[in-house]
């Protein structure tokens, strides 16, 4: 029986992923968590062979949560769950140390067997992820500005490009407004974006604004 520690600040898509993994008979949910700091605090290898984690909840973030993980327990299987889309958001979250990587509008069709992947060993990525991260490696594709930032910077980006202010961001991830206001100069500078307008305008020429859509549990 495959033990799955689910992690996702909203109830109606843990109680959809429930309904979901509840209808496999090689796994069952052990654990559920409402932030990234519950994660950390229920983990127990013992108990635990997978975890299904949300990249966005309140307070620590899906790359904060992902790397404390790889440095406690480097051999767990971390199957990532965003709204936001698997071409840009993906390939970081693999580098970081990721087991695979799904969207939520995917998640219904496909998350038992994405379990059951990163579960043994291997790690998931979608045929059209897979076939893009072949053709860039193939085409020698020059990095994009957003791909030069720290994932924090890159963080912030995407919540800046979504229209939340420097406080709403603060609030979220857990830092001042001063350091958020610091991480926003040097995204600008890196990606030489003048203002906010510029900043959102390239965040949706390169799909890096979450689709925002809800969860369907299958039914």
Partial sequence: MIRVLIADDHPIVREGLKQVIARASDMAVAVEATNGQEVLDHIDPDRIDVVVLDFSM???SGFDVL?????THPRLPILILSMHPESELAPRLLR????GYMTKESAPAELTGAIRKVHNGGTYVTPALAEKLAQDLAAGRHALPHESLSDREFQVLCML???KSAKEIAQEISLSVKTV????D????KMDVKNDVELTHYAI???LLSSRKPMDNGR
């Fill in 58 to 60: 309140p307070g620590k």
């Fill in 67 to 71: 790397k404390d993980l790889r440095k």
């Fill in 96 to 99: 970081a140390g990721a087991s």
């Fill in 161 to 163: 490009a979504a229209g």
């Fill in 181 to 184: 206001r610091t991480y926003r």
């Fill in 186 to 189: 040097r995204i600008m500078e």
């Fill in 205 to 207: 020429e390169h799909g």
